[in-house]
């Protein structure tokens, strides 16, 4: 462990080894299993490929499946850290990152709210600026720069609450090897469970 914490916004929480080298083999196995398709956002098909279960976001095709059994318990070690019940967790998405992938900048579909993440495989870079809705953004102000950076490293668990899910977009850079990450999260009190 360093010396010092990882430069990440306020609400931003992580946990090194939050699963053990068994318990990611036993994962990776799982996902071998899983059946990928490629994400389509904005008429741009990305280079990573995503399994949701669940709620999904509003995509209009086939419904997602259930959560399967085998990312039970780690829901339910993700939920005892985030303080909520393991059912809050109404999404899971498995994303699939092979070599020179990377996920552009972004911030979380708005119906959700917490979101917890583990890393499997290899490291990646998680790199956060302050969110700009798309009228406030001026182009003439040039690039907008990297503020906080994290080395998300393989067995490590995150997750992003508060300032850090709400006023932080965050984007992976393209990863060297391949890369599975997990993510579950919670929806914003008020919204709807929804199979979609």
Do not use: C
């Amino acid at each position: 462990m360093s010396l010092f914490a990882p430069d990440t916004p306020d609400g931003f929480h992580y946990r090194e080894d939050f699963i053990s080298a068994a318990e990611e083999s036993s994962l990776a196995t799982h996902i071998a299993g899983v059946e990928f398709s490629n994400f389509e956002l904005r008429g741009v098909v990305a280079k990573r490929r995503v399994a949701f279960f669940g709620a999904s976001y509003d995509r209009g095709d086939a419904p997602a499946p259930p959560i399967p059994d085998f990312l039970r318990p780690l829901i339910d070690r993700a939920a005892e850290w985030a303080g909520v019940a393991p059912d809050a967790f109404a999404m899971a998405l498995i994303n699939e990152y092979r070599a020179g992938s990377p996920i552009g900048w972004h911030r979380d579909a708005p119906q959700y709210d917490i979101v917890a993440g583990i890393s499997l495989v290899s490291p990646s870079r998680m790199r956060f600026r302050p969110y700009l809705s798309p009228g406030a953004i001026d182009a003439t102000a040039g690039r907008r720069k990297t503020t906080h950076e994290i080395v998300l490293n393989p067995r490590s668990g995150y997750l992003m609450t508060g300032e850090a899910r709400n006023g932080y977009e965050h984007s992976i850079p393209p990863v060297a090897d391949l890369r599975y990450s997990i993510t579950f999260r919670t929806l914003r009190p008020g919204r709807a469970r929804r199979r979609r």
